[in-house]
């Protein structure tokens, strides 16, 4: 069997795209249910804000708004931009 440098490269840039995704998608999740009020003692909220606060713990509270909500959006948005930036980035690269 022979394998292609390609072949490998692209799966690989793949993997790196869905894992940047998955990290977005939780930080996204969280600044939704935020801002939607979602119940704290329901276990998935409680979930994906831990792993949220995980994954942003480098930009959270980055930025001092007066109103939190704002603190929230700006400082995991920007988390979840840059993972997503990161990411495609990486992968595209990989894939070349």
Same mark, same amino acid.
């Given at each position: 069997?022979?394998?292609?440098?390609?072949?490998?490269?692209?799966?690989?840039?793949?993997?790196?795209?869905?894992?940047?995704?998955?990290?977005?998608?939780?930080?996204?999740?969280?600044?939704?249910?935020?801002?939607?009020?979602?119940?704290?003692?329901?276990? !998935?909220?409680? +979930?994906?804000?831990?792993? /949220? #606060?995980?994954? &942003? =713990?480098?930009?959270?509270? !980055?930025?001092? +708004?007066?109103?939190?909500? /704002? #603190?929230?959006? &700006? =400082?995991?948005?920007?988390?979840?931009?840059?993972?997503?930036?990161?990411?495609?980035?990486?992968?595209?690269?990989?894939?070349?």
């Amino acid at each position: 069997m022979s394998y292609s440098r390609g072949n490998g490269s692209s799966t690989a840039a793949r993997v790196i795209a869905v894992v940047a995704d998955i990290m977005a998608f939780i930080i996204i999740l969280w600044i939704l249910m935020y801002l939607l009020d979602a119940n704290p003692d329901n276990g !998935l909220v409680e +979930f994906v804000r831990h792993t /949220a #606060r995980w994954l &942003a =713990g480098w930009s959270y509270d !980055l930025f001092t +708004f007066d109103e939190e909500w /704002a #603190r929230v959006v &700006a =400082g995991y948005g920007l988390a979840a931009v840059v993972y997503l930036f990161i990411g495609h980035a990486v992968a595209g690269r990989i894939r070349r």
